[in-house]
């Protein structure tokens, strides 16, 4: 069936440098993604959206860039900080108007002070 | 603004049992999903509801119910437990206008079924 998966289980930072998450999705009609944080003992965070007509958006620290022709998302996170430890999921929406959300695995993040 | 709250935060049943969960979505807001959380399988769709209405459900055997009253509250159930229940269920609140909304996550129900 349809799938969202991460590449990387696990991945270790030095704090203060940039972090990369990758994403892979096999849904070609999904039109919305959004990456989601989830500290230990709590629900997942919103952190950064993207449409499926849209490349690259950039928040606060967070870059989400989108690749449709190899179905790939990535999250950016600059400087990263003791506080950006935590599992990050990639989700997609399957097109239809509705809310239903397809979550990858996670990947866990791990900032070394 | 208080945000999604969901009772209780930790449950333990019995095998064979039933259980209902409550969600209560930021307000507002008229849809509620509900998710369910295990490390063997990560964060899976259960069903969404909006105006009272499932709208969509996900793979999951039908001892899943759930429903949404009036003021947008969910409950969801789970009939005849199995070990296999034992999760995190996660319910989130979003307007549900359109596929493009930003969804809100409650702190979860732990499940424990012994």
């Known amino acids: 069936g349809e799938s969202v998966g991460l590449h990387l289980p696990t991945l270790s930072v030095q704090e203060g440098d940039n972090s990369i998450i990758n994403c892979a999705y096999s849904n070609s009609a999904s039109d919305y993604f959004i990456w989601y944080k989830q500290e230990s003992g709590k629900g997942p965070q919103f952190i950064i959206d993207i449409r499926s007509n849209m490349d690259k958006r950039q928040g606060q620290r967070v870059t989400v860039l989108l690749n449709k022709t190899v179905k790939h998302l990535s999250l950016q996170i600059a400087a990263t900080q003791p506080g950006d430890s935590a599992v990050y999921f990639c989700?997609?929406?399957?097109?239809?108007?509705?809310?239903?959300?397809?979550f990858g695995t996670g990947t866990k993040l791990q900032v070394i002070p | 603004k208080a945000g999604v709250t969901q009772t209780p935060r930790y449950l333990i049943k019995t095998r064979g049992q039933q259980v209902t969960l409550s969600c209560s979505p930021i307000?507002?807001?008229?849809?509620v999903s509900w998710y369910q959380q295990t490390p063997g399988q990560g964060l899976q769709f259960l069903f969404e509801?909006?105006?009272?209405?499932?709208?969509n459900k996900g793979n999951f055997p039908g001892r899943f119910s759930g429903r949404q009253f009036s003021n947008s509250r969910s409950e969801m159930n789970v009939s005849t437990l199995e070990l296999g229940d034992s999760a995190l269920y996660l319910c989130?609140?979003?307007?549900?206008?359109?596929?493009?909304?930003?969804?809100?996550f409650g702190q979860g129900t732990r499940l424990t079924v012994v």
């Open positions: 509801y909006f105006s009272e209405t499932q709208r």
């Open positions: 989130a609140s979003s307007l549900g206008e359109t596929g493009f909304d930003e969804a809100f």
């Open positions: 307000s507002g807001h008229r849809s």
């Open positions: 989700a997609e929406n399957i097109s239809g108007g509705y809310q239903k959300v397809t």
